[in-house]
């Protein structure tokens, strides 16, 4: 996978091996794969999790195990705590759509005030893809 992924990343001319990268980690096999595929092909990156409250329990195991990985690997973490339900109601539009925007124009921030080059998100091919 790793071979692939790098290929990927060289065909498509996506990012320089110099560049510091947010990796958006939501604890699934998606991010953590991505991941552990841009630290394996040496890649400097920083960790982005965002706790939407939407799953009770479940959204503070996967914080948990988030936070237990960026540890092992010595990386650092970012953690967003939102009330997507009171944003969702207030904005009257959907869940997905709230926490798209919440999670990206965080990720943004982040950017900016880390001084970080790209954002990385894992998808699969049954995934929507997300562009701006």
Not at 3 to 17: G, R
Not at 43 to 67: I, M, P, Q, T, W
Not at 88 to 97: C, G, P
Request: charged share 30%.
């Amino acid at each position: 996978m790793i071979n692939i992924v790098s290929k990927f990343i060289d065909e498509k001319s996506l990012c320089k091996s110099d560049n510091k990268l947010l990796v958006a980690i939501s604890g699934g096999a998606d991010s953590v794969a991505l991941f552990l595929c841009l630290k394996e092909l040496g890649y400097d990156v920083e960790l982005a999790h965002c706790n939407f409250n939407l799953r009770g329990d479940e959204s503070d195991n996967d914080e948990e195990f988030v936070k237990k990985l960026a540890d092992k690997f010595g990386v650092r973490l970012h953690l967003k705590s939102f009330d997507t339900q009171k944003y969702t109601d207030e904005n009257k539009v959907s869940i997905q759509m709230t926490a798209r925007d919440l999670r990206y124009k965080w990720f943004n921030e982040l950017l900016v005030d880390n001084n970080l080059n790209y954002i990385a998100v894992g998808h699969h091919k049954n995934d929507d893809v997300e562009t701006f």
